[in-house]
């Protein structure tokens, strides 16, 4: 968790694209909105991505 962190700050202090992989249950959806919340208040957009659960499965994936 450490490592991910450091690099969502990274991220945001360079600037970068940032994109918010989601799935499709409660637990997802809402860690998805809240890390999208945070990241407007620290002044950054995102992309979220929720991947269709018949094409690209379920979870991070190479064809998601």
Request: net charge negative; aromatic share 8%.
């Amino acid at each position: 968790m450490e490592n991910a962190a450091r690099r969502v700050l990274t991220a945001i202090d360079r600037k970068e694209k940032i994109a918010v992989f989601a799935d499709y249950d409660v637990d997802g959806g809402a860690s998805a909105a809240l890390l999208l919340v945070w990241l407007r208040a620290m002044g950054r957009d995102a992309t979220l991505y929720i991947p269709d659960r018949i094409d690209a499965g379920y979870g991070p994936n190479v064809p998601a």
